[in-house]
């Protein structure tokens, strides 16, 4: 059924870069950069000390908001989330549909769009079930499985601890043999901030970190390419609180008609 695979791929993004991280902060031997060209004061870093500075601001952050899409899958979030595990924003599955999701403590808000009805239920019973439910958030809390699984992407501190890797080695400390060196990209620019690549090649994979240039040092930006397949993450808006806003009432239906609709469904 589509709800389950909604419910259990709406986490998959946030391993697509996380991985990307881990590999890039976790590789030892760098090239060090011996002239600004417009890299302030990341020129006299080796790539190893920015991907290490990067990570660790990553860590520190109490909220962000985080972008993902992958060639592999249609699934996109856009979320803002924070350490507490509150988050606002949206999960897109393609065609199967899009759903607006806020979460603050233990209870969810779901808006789903017509296209997720239509996918989730069939015929009429989906038709049906996108004109009663336009516009209305379905509210419950994380005991429901279903909002359980969706709202798992809301995990700051899960997407925090992923992204240091199973066996995180000290910065300094020597690589593998078969690990692959760390280099400088040249200097760009990533939605208005200047950025500082860090690449890593190994085996047909291209990782890229983009690191934020002036002021603190954030990761920005994490790309993949392997296998002809992509992943991308972006993060911005690095301790910025998570909006407490939360849907009224009247916009709300309980999350108890999801599961009678489901139900329901399984029966024809």
């Not at 302030?40 to 109490?62: F, P, R």
């Not at 769009?113 to 809390?141: E, I, M, Q, S």
């Not at 972006?234 to 009678?260: G, H, Q, R």
Request: charged content about 25%.
């Amino acid at each position: 059924m589509i709800s389950r695979r909604r419910a259990a791929t709406t986490t998959a993004a946030l391993t697509c870069g996380v991985a990307l991280l881990a590999g890039v902060a976790s590789t030892a031997a760098a090239s060090a950069g011996t002239s600004d060209g417009g890299e302030g004061d990341l020129a006299d870093k080796s790539a190893q000390q920015i991907s290490d500075d990067a990570l660790q601001q990553l860590l520190a952050a109490q909220s962000l908001r985080l972008r993902t899409e992958t060639s592999a899958d249609p699934t996109k979030l856009d979320l803002t989330l924070d350490r507490a595990g509150n988050c606002t924003g949206a999960i897109s599955k393609g065609e199967y549909g899009r759903v607006e999701l806020v979460k603050r403590g233990d209870e969810v808000w779901m808006k789903p769009d017509a296209a997720f009805w239509k996918g989730l239920l069939p015929g009429k019973k989906g038709d049906d079930a996108a004109a009663k439910y336009r516009d209305t958030f379905l509210h419950g809390t994380t005991k429901n499985s279903f909002l359980r699984g969706v709202s798992a992407a809301c995990d700051l501190k899960a997407f925090q601890k992923a992204a240091t890797g199973p066996e995180r080695r000290p910065s300094g400390t020597p690589s593998p043999s078969h690990s692959a060196s760390l280099t400088k990209g040249r200097p760009t620019t990533q939605e208005g901030t200047r950025v500082l690549p860090v690449v890593k090649k190994t085996r047909g994979a291209v990782e890229t970190l983009y690191v934020a240039i002036d002021g603190k040092h954030y990761p920005r930006k994490l790309t993949a390419a392997v296998d002809h397949q992509t992943g991308t993450i972006l993060l911005s808006n690095y301790d910025t609180p998570v909006s407490t806003k939360t849907p009224a009432p009247d916009e709300t239906a309980d999350i108890a008609a999801l599961d009678d609709l489901l139900k329901g469904s399984q029966g024809t």
